[in-house]
């Protein structure tokens, strides 16, 4: 059964340290999303891609986070410099549906 | 402002009961609602859809309701085992906007 990737599974920074995150969607998957998800809250989207343009991005807070999907598959989230508040579980989701997302396993990140 | 309310943080049952997780929201007219199984350290896993025109959605032990007057969802594990044990999801969704409620922890014991 096809999956979404995601690596790395855990990372530890330092605060001030730039980080990024990788996503491989379901191959076919036109819409890709970046959720963070903290501690006993659901998750929270970041930024929505349909193919490689952004379509909502309004919750990123852009001046320390960036995402890109330029060939339209996979996808890039980075942060820099990375802060205390940061730390959270990174999700991301891919769908041919709007309605049924289909998420990968997450990136753990802790910021020391 | 939207809100959705999932009803209790904890739901502790026994094994082979039925298992009720309710969704709540307030000002926000979803077209359809979703259920999502989270384990541990884990990606969300898509469990049932249904659409706002739909009453009630069935798939083996489970059933999902939706009340659009009420503005609730019910989620309902029958037959439940320690298996069903996770934290289950309630996310509303209109054109592309999905939001997700905080989920409720369901522990099943033998």
């Known amino acids: 059964e096809a999956e979404v990737a995601q690596s790395p599974r855990y990372k530890i920074t330092e605060k001030s340290q730039a980080v990024a995150f990788w996503c491989d969607p379901i191959?076919?998957?036109?819409?890709l999303y970046w959720y963070r998800q903290i501690l006993g809250q659901g998750p929270e989207l970041l930024v929505q891609?349909?193919?490689?343009?952004?379509?909502?991005d309004s919750q990123l807070p852009k001046d320390r986070f960036s995402a890109e999907r330029l060939k339209g598959v996979d996808s890039t989230l980075k942060i820099q410099p990375a802060e205390l508040g940061d730390s959270a579980m990174y999700l991301c989701?891919?769908?041919?549906?709007?309605?049924?997302?289909?998420f990968g396993a997450g990136t753990r990140l802790s910021v020391l | 402002s939207q809100k959705i309310e999932q009803n209790s943080e904890a739901l502790n049952i026994q094994e082979g009961k039925t298992a009720t997780l309710t969704c709540n929201y307030t000002?926000?007219?979803?077209?359809?609602l979703q259920w999502y199984r989270q384990d541990p350290g884990r990606g969300p896993v898509f469990l049932l859809l249904?659409?706002?025109?739909?009453k009630e959605k069935r798939k083996e032990r489970l059933k999902v309701t939706f009340d659009t007057t009420l503005k609730q969802s019910l989620f309902h594990i029958t037959a439940s085992q320690p298996a069903d044990s996770a934290t289950y999801l309630c996310?509303?969704?209109?054109?592309?906007?999905?939001?997700f409620g905080a989920g409720t922890r369901l522990t099943v014991k033998p």
């Open positions: 989701a891919s769908s041919s549906d709007p309605a049924i997302q289909y």
């Open positions: 191959s076919g998957h036109a819409t």
């Open positions: 891609f349909q193919d490689e343009s952004v379509v909502d």
């Open positions: 000002n926000y007219s979803p077209a359809y």
């Open positions: 249904i659409r706002e025109n739909e």
């Open positions: 996310a509303l969704g209109n054109n592309n906007d999905m939001r």
